[in-house]
């Protein structure tokens, strides 16, 4: 095989690794997305329901890999208050804040 034909080779089987990390990555997500929005809506009261989900797409976006991982494995297993601390210590940063500020807001004002 020549080098041509290896490098090409090479190239398609990276790019079906990288589909397939996406492809993880996406469940992750979207199970992190389940369990975070669960847990907003039975343990933290004060959200508004029109504010659910941009909130928990803000403690999404705004999370480590670790701490999706956390809420995915939440997800199947369910929901604790070690997901509560979680979800707080993401919403203590400033990011968040500044995330749940703003998309929070359009979804009442949109409501």
Do not use: H, W, Y
């Not at 809420?71 to 601390?85: C, L, Q, R, Y």
Request: charged share 20%; glycine share 6%.
């Amino acid at each position: 095989m020549t080098r041509v034909g290896l490098g090409l080779v090479s190239l398609i089987f990276l790019a079906g690794c990288a589909q397939t990390q996406a492809t993880a990555d996406d469940l992750a997500r979207r199970s992190a997305k389940a369990a975070v929005s669960e847990t907003l809506v039975t343990r933290f009261p004060t959200v508004p329901e029109a504010a659910v989900t941009p909130f928990t797409d803000c403690i999404v976006d705004n999370s480590t890999a670790r701490e999706i991982g956390e809420f995915a494995k939440d997800a199947v297993i369910g929901t604790s208050e070690t997901t509560v601390s979680l979800i707080r210590g993401v919403l203590s940063r400033s990011e968040t804040q500044t995330c749940v500020a703003r998309e929070g807001l359009a979804a009442l004002t949109a409501a």
